[in-house]
């Protein structure tokens, strides 16, 4: 079950604004299925500044490598260490533990744009 107070990007990473000057970014336990087993996290350097639908990493998996898009602007303040020796925190708990990294947003309008836990479900659903 997706957690109903996230919200979530059709690139299927979802965002926990609970804090909005420290917003948590990770993928949705969809999008780790579908990947399989994860073996490599890549994850950008402390500072640096992303862009809303903009690449900022890489996750590996036993079947294919994919794109990590960032669902809102921002300036990376953390990232997930733990995934360096445990990758698969992310198929294990992609909303809990399997979290990616830590922004300071730089646009919260941005969040408007993203989509709903019932409206994800629907887009994954088609």
């Known amino acids: 079950m997706i957690p109903a107070e996230f919200k979530y990007s059709e690139e299927h990473e979802w965002i926990n604004s609970k804090d909005?000057?420290?917003i948590i970014i990770g993928i949705?336990?969809?999008a780790a299925d579908t990947l399989g087993d994860i073996v490599f996290v890549e994850l950008p350097s402390i500072g640096t500044e992303v862009k809303q639908f903009e690449k900022f990493?890489?996750?590996e998996s036993v079947k294919?490598?994919?794109d990590l898009f960032s669902p809102i602007?921002?300036?990376i303040i953390k990232r997930n260490e733990n995934l360096v020796?445990?990758?698969e925190l992310v198929n294990q708990d992609a909303y809990g533990d399997g979290w990616l990294i830590t922004i300071s947003p730089t646009d919260l309008k941005e969040i408007d744009g993203l989509m709903s836990s019932k409206d994800y479900n629907k887009f994954t659903e088609s």
């Open 20 to 22: 909005i000057d420290e």
């Open 28 to 30: 949705t336990d969809f």
């Open 57 to 59: 990493g890489e996750i």
């Open 64 to 66: 294919a490598v994919s």
């Open 73 to 75: 602007s921002g300036t």
């Open 85 to 87: 020796p445990k990758p």
